[in-house]
């Protein structure tokens, strides 16, 4: 579960954690939605605070799910110092084993999920934005009803959801490594 594309004048390394992900169509997905942003979907989030502003590695990480019929990719990346990739990388799944094993505070749980529901109202500002989400719900077979079905979804996130959803979509053993540099 790990490639190595070896590059010895590397400054930088670039990784790739990634597994196989849930269907759009699965209940869980708004809650993975909330778990994953918390993890590292937004500039506040748990990696990019690690990565970037605690440890210097990284001017900056993602992460996101790539979503098809039947299944979807989950996948966190950056470009880090070279000396630093396995470093980067222990500190992603130590912080995926943190939302596993401690509580989420209600401030961050509050700050994300002010975040996303700015984010849903930016996706669907205006003719052309809202058309956008439109034609990627349609895609899905979903109508206009999951703005609202979304929004709903974060009135109950809660401090167990968090920790029982990454203990079922962060296991260690799930995720693929590509790096292309060093090691």
């Known amino acids: ?13 670039s990784f790739i954690l990634c597994k196989k992900g849930i269907s759009f169509f699965n209940e869980s997905r708004r809650d993975f939605s909330f778990l994953s942003t918390l993890l590292g979907g937004y500039f506040g989030s748990r990696l990019m605070q690690n990565l970037r502003e605690k440890n210097g590695y990284t001017y900056g990480v993602q992460n996101g799910s790539i979503y098809f019929r039947n299944s979807s990719i989950y996948y966190i990346e950056s470009d880090v110092t070279v000396d630093k990739t396995k470093n980067a990388l222990e500190q992603c799944f130590i912080e995926m084993n943190r939302l596993q094993t401690e509580e989420v505070s209600d ?16 996706d669907v500002d205006g003719v052309v ?31 167990e959801m968090i920790i029982n959803c990454a203990k079922t979509h962060l296991q260690h053993d799930d995720f693929y490594t590509i790096i292309v540099g060093k090691l």
Do not use: P
Request: proline residues 0%; charged residues 35%.
């Open 1 to 13: 579960k790990l490639i190595v594309e070896n590059r010895k004048d590397a400054m930088q390394s």
């Open 107 to 122: 401030e961050e749980i509050k700050n994300v999920k002010r975040y996303l529901q700015g984010t849903v109202l930016r």
């Open 129 to 159: 934005a809202f058309m956008k989400k439109f034609a990627f719900w349609n895609r899905f077979g979903i109508d206009e009803n999951e703005f609202e079905k979304f929004m709903n979804s974060l009135n109950h996130i809660n401090k």
